[in-house]
Protein backbone atom coordinates (compact mmCIF):
# COMPACT_ATOMS: atom_id res chain seq x y z
CA UNK A 1 0.00 0.00 0.00
CA UNK A 2 1.54 3.91 -0.75
CA UNK A 3 2.61 5.33 2.10
CA UNK A 4 1.41 8.76 3.39
CA UNK A 5 2.07 11.29 5.41
CA UNK A 6 -0.95 10.49 7.36
CA UNK A 7 -0.32 6.56 8.12
CA UNK A 8 0.98 5.87 11.61
CA UNK A 9 3.25 3.41 9.61
CA UNK A 10 5.68 6.20 8.00
CA UNK A 11 5.39 8.29 11.17
CA UNK A 12 8.67 9.11 12.71
CA UNK A 13 9.31 8.01 16.07
CA UNK A 14 10.98 9.63 18.97
CA UNK A 15 11.18 9.84 22.69
CA UNK A 16 9.08 12.21 24.65
CA UNK A 17 12.88 13.63 26.23
CA UNK A 18 14.21 14.23 23.01
CA UNK A 19 11.48 16.10 21.20
CA UNK A 20 11.30 18.31 24.00
CA UNK A 21 14.84 19.17 24.65
CA UNK A 22 15.03 19.64 20.48
CA UNK A 23 12.10 22.04 20.36
CA UNK A 24 13.14 23.76 23.84
CA UNK A 25 16.69 24.11 22.35
CA UNK A 26 15.47 25.88 19.18
CA UNK A 27 12.77 28.01 20.37
CA UNK A 28 15.16 29.14 23.04
CA UNK A 29 17.56 29.83 20.32
CA UNK A 30 15.46 31.89 17.69
CA UNK A 31 14.14 34.21 20.64
CA UNK A 32 18.23 34.58 21.58
CA UNK A 33 18.96 35.46 18.53
CA UNK A 34 16.18 38.22 18.58
CA UNK A 35 17.31 39.55 21.95
CA UNK A 36 20.75 39.44 21.27
CA UNK A 37 19.70 41.83 17.79
CA UNK A 38 18.10 44.05 19.54
CA UNK A 39 20.38 44.31 22.49
CA UNK A 40 23.10 45.04 20.21
CA UNK A 41 21.26 47.63 18.33
CA UNK A 42 20.97 49.55 21.76
CA UNK A 43 24.64 49.27 22.69
CA UNK A 44 26.87 51.78 22.14
CA UNK A 45 26.51 55.52 21.12
CA UNK A 46 24.09 56.27 18.24
CA UNK A 47 25.27 56.51 14.60
CA UNK A 48 24.32 58.73 11.90
CA UNK A 49 21.78 56.26 10.68
CA UNK A 50 19.82 56.95 13.75
CA UNK A 51 19.38 60.86 12.95
CA UNK A 52 15.32 61.50 13.32
CA UNK A 53 13.25 62.49 10.33
CA UNK A 54 9.90 63.32 10.68
CA UNK A 55 8.07 61.52 7.39
CA UNK A 56 4.46 61.17 6.45
CA UNK A 57 3.43 62.16 10.19
CA UNK A 58 5.84 59.99 12.60
CA UNK A 59 9.60 60.73 13.30
CA UNK A 60 11.95 57.79 12.11
CA UNK A 61 15.72 56.84 11.28
CA UNK A 62 16.90 58.76 8.05
CA UNK A 63 17.98 55.38 7.36
CA UNK A 64 14.19 54.35 7.53
CA UNK A 65 13.58 57.06 5.08
CA UNK A 66 16.52 56.31 2.43
CA UNK A 67 15.09 53.63 2.26
CA UNK A 68 11.90 54.24 0.90
CA UNK A 69 13.01 56.92 -1.19
CA UNK A 70 15.22 54.47 -2.78
CA UNK A 71 12.90 51.87 -2.67
CA UNK A 72 10.53 54.29 -4.59
CA UNK A 73 12.65 55.37 -7.62
CA UNK A 74 15.12 52.37 -8.18
CA UNK A 75 12.67 49.63 -6.98
CA UNK A 76 15.22 48.07 -4.62
CA UNK A 77 16.10 49.22 -0.72
CA UNK A 78 19.88 49.34 -2.10
CA UNK A 79 22.08 49.75 -4.74
CA UNK A 80 24.49 47.28 -5.97
CA UNK A 81 27.47 48.96 -4.94
CA UNK A 82 26.09 50.99 -1.97
CA UNK A 83 23.77 51.06 0.79
CA UNK A 84 21.03 53.54 1.07
CA UNK A 85 21.98 55.79 3.26
CA UNK A 86 25.61 55.90 1.71
CA UNK A 87 23.11 57.03 -1.16
CA UNK A 88 21.07 59.62 0.62
CA UNK A 89 23.62 61.55 1.92
CA UNK A 90 25.70 61.38 -1.79
CA UNK A 91 21.90 63.52 -2.48
CA UNK A 92 21.61 65.21 0.08
CA UNK A 93 25.91 66.48 0.02
CA UNK A 94 25.15 66.73 -3.83
CA UNK A 95 28.06 64.98 -5.23
CA UNK A 96 28.76 64.72 -8.60
CA UNK A 97 28.41 61.00 -8.48
CA UNK A 98 24.82 61.65 -7.48
CA UNK A 99 23.80 63.48 -10.69
CA UNK A 100 25.04 60.48 -13.38
CA UNK A 101 24.27 57.70 -10.84
CA UNK A 102 21.48 55.20 -12.81
CA UNK A 103 19.03 55.12 -10.14
CA UNK A 104 15.59 55.95 -11.88
CA UNK A 105 14.05 52.50 -13.00
CA UNK A 106 11.04 53.07 -15.72
CA UNK A 107 9.22 49.42 -15.36
CA UNK A 108 7.44 49.91 -18.54
CA UNK A 109 9.10 50.01 -22.09
CA UNK A 110 6.53 52.70 -22.92
CA UNK A 111 7.63 55.34 -20.55
CA UNK A 112 10.72 55.51 -22.13
CA UNK A 113 9.09 56.38 -25.42
CA UNK A 114 6.83 58.84 -23.79
CA UNK A 115 9.48 60.73 -21.95
CA UNK A 116 11.64 60.09 -25.43
CA UNK A 117 14.46 58.69 -23.35
CA UNK A 118 17.24 55.98 -25.00
CA UNK A 119 16.34 52.57 -25.23
CA UNK A 120 18.46 50.37 -22.21
CA UNK A 121 18.35 46.94 -21.79
CA UNK A 122 17.62 47.53 -18.21
CA UNK A 123 15.66 51.01 -18.71
CA UNK A 124 18.03 52.67 -15.52
CA UNK A 125 18.43 56.37 -15.78
CA UNK A 126 20.40 59.09 -13.97
CA UNK A 127 18.66 62.44 -12.26
CA UNK A 128 20.28 64.03 -14.87
CA UNK A 129 18.46 62.70 -18.01
CA UNK A 130 15.29 62.54 -16.34
CA UNK A 131 15.41 65.64 -15.21
CA UNK A 132 16.14 67.05 -18.56
CA UNK A 133 13.09 64.79 -20.03
CA UNK A 134 10.69 65.64 -17.45
CA UNK A 135 11.76 69.25 -17.74
CA UNK A 136 10.70 69.30 -21.52
CA UNK A 137 7.06 67.77 -20.84
CA UNK A 138 6.54 69.83 -17.68
CA UNK A 139 3.53 71.12 -18.79
CA UNK A 140 1.65 67.78 -19.52
CA UNK A 141 2.79 66.03 -16.87
CA UNK A 142 1.37 69.07 -14.42
CA UNK A 143 -1.67 68.15 -16.29
CA UNK A 144 -1.69 64.80 -15.41
CA UNK A 145 -0.90 65.47 -11.98
CA UNK A 146 -4.14 67.29 -11.41
CA UNK A 147 -6.42 64.18 -13.27
CA UNK A 148 -8.04 62.53 -10.52
CA UNK A 149 -6.23 58.75 -10.12
CA UNK A 150 -9.32 56.87 -11.52
CA UNK A 151 -9.00 59.06 -14.42
CA UNK A 152 -5.39 58.34 -15.45
CA UNK A 153 -4.83 55.48 -17.79
CA UNK A 154 -2.24 53.08 -16.61
CA UNK A 155 0.97 54.56 -18.26
CA UNK A 156 -0.33 58.21 -17.09
CA UNK A 157 -0.25 56.72 -13.22
CA UNK A 158 3.61 55.39 -14.10
CA UNK A 159 4.32 58.76 -15.37
CA UNK A 160 2.91 60.81 -12.57
CA UNK A 161 4.73 58.35 -9.95
CA UNK A 162 8.11 58.44 -12.22
CA UNK A 163 7.52 62.41 -11.88
CA UNK A 164 7.07 62.80 -8.28
CA UNK A 165 10.04 60.32 -7.88
CA UNK A 166 12.40 62.59 -9.65
CA UNK A 167 10.56 65.52 -7.55
CA UNK A 168 11.22 63.89 -3.91
CA UNK A 169 14.99 63.35 -4.72
CA UNK A 170 14.75 66.89 -6.48
CA UNK A 171 13.78 68.34 -3.31
CA UNK A 172 15.88 65.82 -0.90
CA UNK A 173 19.15 67.67 -2.77
CA UNK A 174 17.77 71.27 -2.08
CA UNK A 175 16.53 70.49 1.44
CA UNK A 176 20.45 70.59 2.10
CA UNK A 177 21.97 73.32 0.47
CA UNK A 178 21.66 75.87 2.61
CA UNK A 179 24.25 73.65 4.95
CA UNK A 180 26.86 72.95 2.15
CA UNK A 181 30.14 74.91 2.41
CA UNK A 182 30.41 76.02 -1.38
CA UNK A 183 30.74 79.82 -0.72
CA UNK A 184 34.71 80.57 -0.61
CA UNK A 185 36.16 84.47 0.36
CA UNK A 186 39.17 85.47 -1.49
CA UNK A 187 39.75 88.99 -0.24
CA UNK A 188 41.32 88.80 2.96
CA UNK A 189 39.84 92.11 4.50
CA UNK A 190 36.43 90.36 3.56
CA UNK A 191 37.38 87.01 4.85
CA UNK A 192 38.52 88.50 7.97
CA UNK A 193 34.99 90.83 8.19
CA UNK A 194 32.73 87.33 8.01
CA UNK A 195 35.34 85.45 10.96
CA UNK A 196 36.61 83.34 7.75
CA UNK A 197 40.24 82.81 6.38
CA UNK A 198 40.96 83.33 3.14
CA UNK A 199 39.42 80.62 0.23
CA UNK A 200 37.95 78.88 3.98
CA UNK A 201 34.60 77.18 2.66
CA UNK A 202 30.78 78.60 4.25
CA UNK A 203 27.27 77.75 3.98
CA UNK A 204 24.51 79.97 3.17
CA UNK A 205 24.05 78.94 7.05
CA UNK A 206 26.57 80.36 7.88
CA UNK A 207 26.36 83.95 6.13
CA UNK A 208 22.64 84.05 7.49
CA UNK A 209 23.69 83.83 11.50
CA UNK A 210 25.93 86.67 10.18
CA UNK A 211 23.29 88.57 7.91
CA UNK A 212 23.96 92.13 10.20
CA UNK A 213 27.53 91.94 8.70
CA UNK A 214 26.47 90.77 5.38
CA UNK A 215 24.17 94.11 5.61
CA UNK A 216 26.85 96.15 6.69
CA UNK A 217 29.28 94.84 3.85
CA UNK A 218 25.85 95.50 1.68
CA UNK A 219 25.42 99.03 2.33
CA UNK A 220 28.98 100.10 1.97
CA UNK A 221 28.74 99.52 -1.72
CA UNK A 222 24.97 100.72 -2.38
CA UNK A 223 26.40 104.34 -2.35
CA UNK A 224 29.10 103.59 -4.98
CA UNK A 225 28.64 103.86 -8.24
CA UNK A 226 29.76 100.13 -10.66
CA UNK A 227 32.93 102.17 -11.97
CA UNK A 228 33.97 102.86 -8.26
CA UNK A 229 33.87 99.25 -7.32
CA UNK A 230 37.11 98.02 -5.85
CA UNK A 231 38.37 94.05 -6.09
CA UNK A 232 36.55 93.53 -2.69
CA UNK A 233 33.48 95.75 -4.09
CA UNK A 234 32.99 93.17 -6.98
CA UNK A 235 33.37 89.88 -4.29
CA UNK A 236 30.70 91.12 -2.23
CA UNK A 237 28.50 91.10 -5.76
CA UNK A 238 29.88 88.17 -6.48
CA UNK A 239 28.95 86.57 -2.94
CA UNK A 240 25.43 88.20 -2.87
CA UNK A 241 24.81 86.90 -6.26
CA UNK A 242 25.79 83.13 -5.12
CA UNK A 243 23.91 83.40 -2.10
CA UNK A 244 20.53 84.63 -4.29
CA UNK A 245 21.39 81.69 -6.45
CA UNK A 246 21.30 79.37 -3.12
CA UNK A 247 18.42 80.84 -1.89
CA UNK A 248 15.65 79.72 -4.36
CA UNK A 249 15.92 76.77 -2.28
CA UNK A 250 13.76 78.31 0.33
CA UNK A 251 10.77 76.39 -0.34
CA UNK A 252 12.71 72.88 -0.46
CA UNK A 253 10.54 70.77 2.73
CA UNK A 254 12.11 67.22 1.54
CA UNK A 255 13.40 67.01 4.99
CA UNK A 256 12.10 67.47 8.35
CA UNK A 257 15.04 66.88 10.33
CA UNK A 258 14.92 69.87 12.88
CA UNK A 259 12.16 68.83 15.48
CA UNK A 260 9.63 71.35 16.23
CA UNK A 261 9.20 73.51 19.24
CA UNK A 262 7.73 72.68 22.73
CA UNK A 263 5.15 75.52 22.18
CA UNK A 264 4.70 74.24 18.55
CA UNK A 265 0.45 73.91 18.23
CA UNK A 266 0.85 71.78 14.88
CA UNK A 267 4.18 69.04 16.22
CA UNK A 268 5.58 69.71 12.62
CA UNK A 269 8.97 68.99 12.07
CA UNK A 270 10.89 71.78 9.50
CA UNK A 271 13.82 71.37 7.20
CA UNK A 272 17.00 73.57 7.66
CA UNK A 273 15.61 76.06 4.85
CA UNK A 274 12.83 77.29 7.25
CA UNK A 275 15.05 78.10 9.46
CA UNK A 276 17.03 80.42 7.58
CA UNK A 277 14.87 83.50 8.21
CA UNK A 278 14.40 82.77 11.83
CA UNK A 279 15.68 85.72 14.12
CA UNK A 280 16.43 83.57 16.53
CA UNK A 281 17.43 79.69 16.86
CA UNK A 282 16.56 77.95 20.00
CA UNK A 283 19.98 76.03 21.25
CA UNK A 284 18.23 72.77 20.16
CA UNK A 285 17.65 73.79 16.28
CA UNK A 286 21.29 75.75 16.39
CA UNK A 287 22.60 72.12 17.58
CA UNK A 288 20.69 70.32 14.81
CA UNK A 289 21.86 72.05 12.15
CA UNK A 290 25.48 72.04 13.31
CA UNK A 291 25.72 68.63 13.12
CA UNK A 292 23.58 68.44 9.81
CA UNK A 293 26.66 71.04 8.06
CA UNK A 294 29.26 68.49 10.02
CA UNK A 295 27.72 65.43 8.35
CA UNK A 296 27.64 66.78 4.82
CA UNK A 297 30.90 68.37 5.22
CA UNK A 298 32.36 64.87 6.58
CA UNK A 299 30.58 63.29 3.52
CA UNK A 300 31.70 65.26 0.97
CA UNK A 301 34.94 64.97 2.00
CA UNK A 302 34.43 61.17 2.80
CA UNK A 303 34.93 60.81 6.50
CA UNK A 304 31.56 60.03 7.65
CA UNK A 305 33.33 58.46 11.15
CA UNK A 306 34.10 61.65 12.68
CA UNK A 307 30.82 63.04 12.85
CA UNK A 308 29.43 59.97 15.15
CA UNK A 309 30.49 62.28 18.05
CA UNK A 310 28.04 65.49 16.70
CA UNK A 311 25.61 62.92 16.35
CA UNK A 312 25.82 61.65 19.87
CA UNK A 313 25.60 65.03 21.84
CA UNK A 314 22.46 66.08 19.13
CA UNK A 315 20.51 62.97 21.04
CA UNK A 316 22.21 64.22 24.24
CA UNK A 317 20.41 67.44 23.72
CA UNK A 318 17.21 66.21 22.31
CA UNK A 319 16.96 63.44 25.82
CA UNK A 320 17.54 66.98 28.21
CA UNK A 321 14.51 68.99 25.81
CA UNK A 322 12.28 66.38 26.41
CA UNK A 323 12.44 65.61 30.05
CA UNK A 324 14.84 62.93 30.03
CA UNK A 325 13.08 60.66 26.68
CA UNK A 326 15.83 59.04 25.39
CA UNK A 327 14.75 59.34 21.38
CA UNK A 328 17.77 57.16 19.96
CA UNK A 329 15.99 54.07 21.53
CA UNK A 330 13.26 53.76 18.84
CA UNK A 331 14.80 54.90 15.78
CA UNK A 332 18.02 52.47 16.24
CA UNK A 333 15.24 49.77 17.40
CA UNK A 334 13.86 50.68 14.06
CA UNK A 335 16.80 50.98 12.55
CA UNK A 336 18.26 47.53 13.37
CA UNK A 337 14.77 45.86 12.11
CA UNK A 338 15.09 47.10 8.67
CA UNK A 339 18.98 45.98 8.12
CA UNK A 340 17.84 42.61 9.81
CA UNK A 341 14.67 41.81 7.82
CA UNK A 342 12.91 39.49 10.12
CA UNK A 343 9.96 38.97 7.97
CA UNK A 344 12.17 37.96 5.15
CA UNK A 345 14.14 35.60 7.09
CA UNK A 346 11.05 34.01 9.01
CA UNK A 347 9.39 33.41 5.35
CA UNK A 348 12.70 31.75 4.10
CA UNK A 349 12.26 29.64 6.82
CA UNK A 350 8.67 28.65 6.37
CA UNK A 351 9.40 27.91 2.04
CA UNK A 352 12.58 25.80 3.03
CA UNK A 353 10.38 24.06 5.82
CA UNK A 354 7.47 23.40 3.06
CA UNK A 355 10.41 21.94 0.84
CA UNK A 356 12.07 20.07 3.31
CA UNK A 357 8.93 18.27 4.06
CA UNK A 358 7.71 17.44 0.41
CA UNK A 359 11.38 15.38 0.39
CA UNK A 360 10.31 13.73 2.95
CA UNK A 361 7.82 11.95 1.40
CA UNK A 362 10.38 10.76 -1.06
CA UNK A 363 13.41 10.17 1.15
CA UNK A 364 14.71 9.65 4.99
CA UNK A 365 10.83 10.65 6.35
CA UNK A 366 12.30 10.94 10.20
CA UNK A 367 15.35 13.04 9.59
CA UNK A 368 13.61 15.51 7.52
CA UNK A 369 10.28 15.89 8.81
CA UNK A 370 12.26 16.55 12.34
CA UNK A 371 14.60 19.40 9.95
CA UNK A 372 10.81 20.80 8.74
CA UNK A 373 9.76 20.66 12.23
CA UNK A 374 13.02 23.33 12.89
CA UNK A 375 12.67 25.39 10.54
CA UNK A 376 8.52 26.07 11.36
CA UNK A 377 9.70 26.65 14.68
CA UNK A 378 12.33 28.59 13.69
CA UNK A 379 10.25 30.97 11.53
CA UNK A 380 7.53 31.22 14.05
CA UNK A 381 10.40 32.55 16.42
CA UNK A 382 11.46 34.89 14.00
CA UNK A 383 8.32 35.90 12.80
CA UNK A 384 6.93 36.51 16.29
CA UNK A 385 10.06 38.53 17.05
CA UNK A 386 9.36 40.72 13.91
CA UNK A 387 6.02 41.36 15.69
CA UNK A 388 7.09 41.90 19.09
CA UNK A 389 9.91 44.42 17.37
CA UNK A 390 7.41 46.58 15.95
CA UNK A 391 5.38 46.64 18.94
CA UNK A 392 8.76 48.09 20.91
CA UNK A 393 8.96 50.88 18.33
CA UNK A 394 5.36 51.87 17.32
CA UNK A 395 4.01 51.36 20.99
CA UNK A 396 0.80 49.81 19.79
CA UNK A 397 -0.78 46.42 19.13
CA UNK A 398 1.22 45.20 15.71
CA UNK A 399 -2.58 45.03 13.92
CA UNK A 400 -3.83 48.24 13.42
CA UNK A 401 -3.65 48.88 10.22
CA UNK A 402 -3.95 46.29 6.80
CA UNK A 403 -0.58 45.33 6.42
CA UNK A 404 -0.38 45.03 9.76
CA UNK A 405 -3.22 42.72 10.36
CA UNK A 406 -1.73 39.94 6.88
CA UNK A 407 1.20 39.60 9.05
CA UNK A 408 -0.34 38.63 11.72
CA UNK A 409 -2.89 36.44 10.99
CA UNK A 410 -0.07 34.98 9.29
CA UNK A 411 1.72 34.07 12.61
CA UNK A 412 -1.71 32.80 14.06
CA UNK A 413 -1.83 30.30 11.08
CA UNK A 414 2.11 29.24 11.44
CA UNK A 415 1.87 29.18 15.21
CA UNK A 416 -1.53 27.13 15.07
CA UNK A 417 0.18 24.95 12.26
CA UNK A 418 3.37 24.27 15.28
CA UNK A 419 0.59 23.55 17.91
CA UNK A 420 -1.14 20.78 15.46
CA UNK A 421 1.91 19.19 14.57
CA UNK A 422 2.96 18.98 18.39
CA UNK A 423 0.09 17.24 18.84
CA UNK A 424 -0.39 15.40 15.88
CA UNK A 425 3.09 14.40 15.38
CA UNK A 426 2.19 13.31 11.82
CA UNK A 427 3.38 16.19 9.39
CA UNK A 428 -0.07 17.42 9.05
CA UNK A 429 0.57 20.97 11.07
CA UNK A 430 3.88 21.17 9.25
CA UNK A 431 1.94 21.28 5.73
CA UNK A 432 -0.77 23.84 7.77
CA UNK A 433 1.74 26.07 9.34
CA UNK A 434 4.41 26.53 6.78
CA UNK A 435 1.85 27.33 3.74
CA UNK A 436 -0.30 29.99 5.92
CA UNK A 437 2.95 31.97 7.08
CA UNK A 438 4.53 31.85 3.61
CA UNK A 439 1.31 32.86 1.82
CA UNK A 440 0.50 35.83 4.07
CA UNK A 441 3.32 36.75 3.88
CA UNK A 442 3.51 36.88 0.23
CA UNK A 443 -0.16 38.83 0.62
CA UNK A 444 1.66 41.11 3.03
CA UNK A 445 4.33 42.07 1.17
CA UNK A 446 2.38 43.74 -1.57
CA UNK A 447 0.48 45.85 0.73
CA UNK A 448 4.22 47.37 1.53
CA UNK A 449 5.54 48.10 -1.39
CA UNK A 450 6.10 51.67 -0.36
CA UNK A 451 8.46 50.48 1.81
CA UNK A 452 7.40 52.26 5.12
CA UNK A 453 4.67 49.67 6.92
CA UNK A 454 4.36 51.59 9.85
CA UNK A 455 2.82 54.56 8.90
CA UNK A 456 0.78 56.91 11.23
CA UNK A 457 -2.83 55.70 11.64
CA UNK A 458 -5.93 58.03 11.89
CA UNK A 459 -7.23 59.59 15.12
CA UNK A 460 -9.68 57.52 16.16
CA UNK A 461 -7.50 54.03 15.59
CA UNK A 462 -4.44 55.07 17.62
CA UNK A 463 -5.44 54.96 20.62
CA UNK A 464 -7.59 53.29 23.58
CA UNK A 465 -7.93 49.72 25.35
CA UNK A 466 -10.41 48.18 23.65
CA UNK A 467 -9.34 49.31 19.71
CA UNK A 468 -5.94 46.74 20.89
CA UNK A 469 -7.69 44.01 22.56
CA UNK A 470 -10.45 44.06 19.92
CA UNK A 471 -8.32 44.04 17.04
CA UNK A 472 -5.83 41.73 18.47
CA UNK A 473 -9.11 39.11 18.84
CA UNK A 474 -10.44 39.20 15.78
CA UNK A 475 -7.11 38.86 13.81
CA UNK A 476 -6.66 35.45 15.71
CA UNK A 477 -10.01 34.47 14.98
CA UNK A 478 -9.38 35.34 11.06
CA UNK A 479 -6.05 33.25 11.41
CA UNK A 480 -8.19 30.36 13.19
CA UNK A 481 -10.55 30.68 10.16
CA UNK A 482 -8.31 30.36 7.55
CA UNK A 483 -6.49 27.63 9.10
CA UNK A 484 -9.77 25.62 9.38
CA UNK A 485 -10.36 26.24 5.34
CA UNK A 486 -7.24 25.18 5.03
CA UNK A 487 -8.42 21.91 6.77
CA UNK A 488 -11.20 21.94 4.89
CA UNK A 489 -9.40 21.60 1.31
CA UNK A 490 -7.13 18.56 2.55
CA UNK A 491 -10.05 16.75 3.73
CA UNK A 492 -12.22 17.20 0.49
CA UNK A 493 -8.82 16.40 -1.01
CA UNK A 494 -8.18 13.28 0.86
CA UNK A 495 -12.22 11.87 0.59
CA UNK A 496 -11.69 12.51 -3.39
CA UNK A 497 -8.57 9.75 -3.57
CA UNK A 498 -9.08 6.60 -4.24
CA UNK A 499 -8.83 3.88 -0.89
CA UNK A 500 -10.03 3.24 2.28
CA UNK A 501 -9.18 6.92 4.23
CA UNK A 502 -11.79 7.10 6.33
CA UNK A 503 -9.66 6.96 9.92
CA UNK A 504 -7.37 9.87 8.19
CA UNK A 505 -10.85 11.59 7.50
CA UNK A 506 -12.45 10.87 10.99
CA UNK A 507 -9.81 13.01 12.31
CA UNK A 508 -9.50 15.83 10.02
CA UNK A 509 -13.14 16.02 10.64
CA UNK A 510 -12.21 16.38 14.03
CA UNK A 511 -10.03 18.82 13.49
CA UNK A 512 -12.36 21.25 11.38
CA UNK A 513 -15.23 21.08 13.95
CA UNK A 514 -12.28 22.22 16.37
CA UNK A 515 -10.76 24.93 14.68
CA UNK A 516 -14.55 26.43 13.78
CA UNK A 517 -15.08 26.59 17.13
CA UNK A 518 -12.17 28.50 18.28
CA UNK A 519 -12.57 30.59 15.30
CA UNK A 520 -15.95 31.38 16.13
CA UNK A 521 -15.04 31.88 20.13
CA UNK A 522 -12.08 34.50 18.73
CA UNK A 523 -14.41 36.54 16.18
CA UNK A 524 -17.84 36.59 18.25
CA UNK A 525 -15.86 38.33 21.11
CA UNK A 526 -13.71 40.05 19.04
CA UNK A 527 -16.53 41.74 17.42
CA UNK A 528 -18.12 42.24 20.87
CA UNK A 529 -15.24 43.84 22.12
CA UNK A 530 -15.45 46.10 18.64
CA UNK A 531 -18.73 47.31 19.45
CA UNK A 532 -17.58 48.33 23.28
CA UNK A 533 -14.83 50.46 21.35
CA UNK A 534 -16.87 51.96 19.08
CA UNK A 535 -19.41 53.01 21.90
CA UNK A 536 -16.81 55.03 23.68
CA UNK A 537 -14.99 56.31 19.94
CA UNK A 538 -17.90 56.79 18.64
CA UNK A 539 -20.59 56.62 20.66
CA UNK A 540 -22.75 53.84 19.65
CA UNK A 541 -22.49 50.26 20.05
CA UNK A 542 -23.55 48.96 16.58
CA UNK A 543 -24.36 51.01 13.15
CA UNK A 544 -24.62 48.97 10.66
CA UNK A 545 -21.16 50.03 8.79
CA UNK A 546 -19.97 47.32 6.64
CA UNK A 547 -16.79 46.34 8.92
CA UNK A 548 -19.37 45.59 11.21
CA UNK A 549 -21.51 43.56 8.70
CA UNK A 550 -18.61 41.48 7.48
CA UNK A 551 -17.44 40.26 10.88
CA UNK A 552 -21.00 39.74 12.43
CA UNK A 553 -21.65 37.53 8.39
CA UNK A 554 -18.28 35.41 9.45
CA UNK A 555 -20.08 34.60 13.11
CA UNK A 556 -23.08 34.25 11.31
CA UNK A 557 -21.66 31.54 8.73
CA UNK A 558 -19.76 29.84 11.43
CA UNK A 559 -22.55 29.08 13.54
CA UNK A 560 -24.47 27.97 10.88
CA UNK A 561 -22.04 25.72 9.92
CA UNK A 562 -21.60 24.24 13.67
CA UNK A 563 -25.86 23.63 13.54
CA UNK A 564 -26.33 22.16 10.35
CA UNK A 565 -23.45 19.54 11.40
CA UNK A 566 -25.03 19.08 14.99
CA UNK A 567 -28.80 18.94 13.65
CA UNK A 568 -27.30 16.33 11.04
CA UNK A 569 -28.15 18.94 7.68
CA UNK A 570 -24.33 18.78 7.10
CA UNK A 571 -22.23 16.35 6.93
CA UNK A 572 -18.27 15.98 6.79
CA UNK A 573 -18.05 16.68 3.56
CA UNK A 574 -20.20 19.70 3.67
CA UNK A 575 -18.42 21.38 6.51
CA UNK A 576 -15.54 21.12 4.81
CA UNK A 577 -16.69 23.32 1.68
CA UNK A 578 -18.40 25.50 3.68
CA UNK A 579 -15.01 25.71 5.56
CA UNK A 580 -13.63 26.74 2.21
CA UNK A 581 -16.55 29.09 1.59
CA UNK A 582 -16.20 30.85 4.94
CA UNK A 583 -12.30 32.14 3.87
CA UNK A 584 -14.77 34.01 1.19
CA UNK A 585 -16.39 35.51 3.81
CA UNK A 586 -13.45 36.48 6.00
CA UNK A 587 -11.51 37.47 2.51
CA UNK A 588 -14.44 39.79 2.14
CA UNK A 589 -15.15 41.37 5.54
CA UNK A 590 -10.98 41.40 6.05
CA UNK A 591 -10.68 43.31 2.22
CA UNK A 592 -13.39 43.44 0.67
CA UNK A 593 -15.36 46.53 2.70
CA UNK A 594 -11.86 48.82 2.37
CA UNK A 595 -13.34 48.60 -2.01
CA UNK A 596 -16.62 49.94 -0.62
CA UNK A 597 -14.96 53.09 0.29
CA UNK A 598 -17.18 54.08 2.74
CA UNK A 599 -18.00 53.69 6.50
CA UNK A 600 -15.90 54.54 9.52
CA UNK A 601 -13.24 51.62 8.80
CA UNK A 602 -12.39 52.42 5.15
CA UNK A 603 -8.77 52.82 6.08
CA UNK A 604 -7.26 50.10 4.20
CA UNK A 605 -5.04 49.79 1.30
CA UNK A 606 -7.37 49.52 -1.73
CA UNK A 607 -5.17 49.42 -5.03
CA UNK A 608 -5.58 46.39 -7.24
CA UNK A 609 -7.16 44.56 -4.91
CA UNK A 610 -10.36 43.80 -6.36
CA UNK A 611 -9.50 41.26 -9.16
CA UNK A 612 -7.08 39.88 -6.73
CA UNK A 613 -9.99 39.42 -4.45
CA UNK A 614 -12.75 38.10 -6.93
CA UNK A 615 -9.78 35.97 -8.51
CA UNK A 616 -9.36 34.27 -5.19
CA UNK A 617 -13.11 34.18 -4.19
CA UNK A 618 -14.17 32.24 -7.44
CA UNK A 619 -11.41 29.86 -7.33
CA UNK A 620 -12.55 29.09 -3.69
CA UNK A 621 -15.63 28.56 -5.29
CA UNK A 622 -14.19 26.15 -7.93
CA UNK A 623 -12.38 24.10 -5.28
CA UNK A 624 -15.17 23.65 -2.89
CA UNK A 625 -17.76 22.86 -5.17
CA UNK A 626 -15.40 20.58 -7.38
CA UNK A 627 -14.01 18.70 -4.38
CA UNK A 628 -17.17 18.44 -2.85
CA UNK A 629 -18.72 16.52 -5.92
CA UNK A 630 -15.61 14.70 -6.09
CA UNK A 631 -15.42 13.68 -2.71
CA UNK A 632 -19.37 12.85 -2.93
CA UNK A 633 -18.91 10.56 -5.87
CA UNK A 634 -15.78 8.74 -4.34
CA UNK A 635 -17.96 8.11 -1.44
CA UNK A 636 -20.91 6.37 -3.55
CA UNK A 637 -18.37 4.58 -5.77
CA UNK A 638 -17.77 0.52 -4.84
CA UNK A 639 -14.41 0.77 -3.15
Request: glycine fraction near 8%.
Amino acid sequence: MTKSFYDKSFVYRRTRRSAVGVKTWLAVFAVLLVVAGCSVSLAGEPGIAELPVQHDGRVKPIDTFARVLLLSVYGKRSLPDMSALDWYFEVAADKPAFRTRPIFHLRNPELVYALQLPERKKRLYTFEELSEATLKHRDYLHELYQKEYEQRSLIERQLVETYIGQLRVDEVRRSFSCLLAVFKIQNPELAAEFDLQPNQAASYYYFAQRSDVLEKVIDSIRSKEEEEWNARDLEIVQLVNALNRVRQDLSANGAAVVPARADSPTGEWRSPWALMNSPKLSNEERQTLDTWAAILEAESNGRRDSANGKVAELFETFAANRGGVAMDSRLRLETWMSRTELFYKSVAAYIAGFLVLGASWLVWPNFLRRCSLALLILGVSLHGGGLLVRMLVMGRPPVSTLYESVIFVGFIGALTGLIVELVRHDGFGLIVGNVMGAVLHFVGFSYAADGDTMGMLVAVLDSNFWLATHVVTITIGYGCALVAGLVGHVYLFRAALPGDHRKVLSALSRNMNGLNLVALFFTLFGTILGGIWADQSWGRFWGWDPKENGALLIVMWQLMLIHGRLAGYTGPRGMAAGLILNNIVVALAWFGVNLLNVGLHSYGFTDSVAMKLAAFCLLEIALASGGYFLARRRAASPA
